[in-house]
């Protein structure tokens, strides 16, 4: 039974277009955040632990008001002013995570909790009035950063980048993804039937890494996406910006451009 003195903020009736969860499996040293509206039991020394952040996939700024809770266990917490929820004392093994918003969003994900630890989550939330099936996409330690949500987070670290967000990408709708390539500073260079961006490595001119949702693709392939077909652009021109979990080859001096599709 869950408490009933939650005060939840009204929201707007909307439907749920996009939810992401990448799931790290950490096992830091716990001390929750402080919480608007944490409710968190008693932990006990054989329990596991949730905490993360829930951020709107559209501009990567933090969703409020989200409740997170695991069926079951009578423990839940609604993510405060800057998205951030911490629950503790859960039992270990394989449970069910719920993620409520308001009237519009119920959606049931199966997780497991390690005894000890703590399962760290990121939750990306696309509110849009369209009504499309939910997704989850689950990345198991470094391979989170190859997901929807490591793009918002190197966008926060700010990283040498430059970032177009899904609220970006909707403002550019129809324009060919060369447009908004040559907006960002890279030459697209085209032949019959291909396209291929290029950097500069040092002198000349040279061939930049092209990757989708973190698998790396033939760089000219790029031709073959559009702008509305994608949810999130990143574009590094030089090679020493390339996070490392991107860079491809050795002494390569060359720039990347990362493609994350819309579901």
């Given at each position: 039974m869950y408490h009933s003195d939650v005060k939840r903020q009204p929201?707007?009736?909307i439907l749920p277009l996009l939810l992401s969860?990448?799931?790290?499996t950490a096992a830091p040293p716990f001390a929750p955040a402080q919480q608007d509206s944490a409710r968190i039991l008693p932990v006990q020394q054989d329990s596991a632990r949730l905490s993360g952040s829930v951020r709107s996939s559209l501009n990567g700024l933090p969703i409020s008001g989200v409740m997170i809770a695991v069926q079951g266990s009578r423990v839940f917490d609604v993510s405060n002013s800057v998205g951030l929820?911490?629950?503790a004392g859960l039992p270990s093994g394989r449970q069910t995570l719920r993620v409520l918003y308001g009237?519009?969003?119920s959606y049931e994900?199966?997780?497991?909790l390690q005894r000890g630890q703590t399962l760290m989550l990121a939750v990306l939330l696309e509110v849009e009035a369209l009504e499309l099936t939910p997704i989850v996409v689950e990345a198991q330690s470094a391979r989170a950063v190859r997901s929807l949500a490591g793009f918002y987070d190197r966008k926060t670290w700010g990283r040498f980048g430059r970032f177009y967000t899904l609220q970006e990408l909707q403002q550019r709708r129809g324009l060919p993804l060369r447009s908004l390539l040559s907006e960002a500073g890279v030459w697209v260079g085209c032949g019959t039937g291909y396209c291929i961006p290029?950097?500069?490595?040092g002198p000349r001119q040279c061939l930049m890494s092209l990757y989708l949702d973190g698998m790396r693709l033939p760089a000219d392939e790029i031709g073959l996406f559009r702008v509305d077909e994608l949810a999130g652009v990143e574009v590094y021109k030089r090679g020493f910006d390339v996070p490392l979990e991107f860079q491809w080859g050795s002494g390569s001096t060359c720039g990347a451009v990362l493609l994350w599709r819309r579901y």
């Open positions: 929201l707007q009736p969860l990448a799931l790290i929820f911490a629950l009237d519009s969003l994900k199966d997780i497991m290029l950097g500069s490595g």
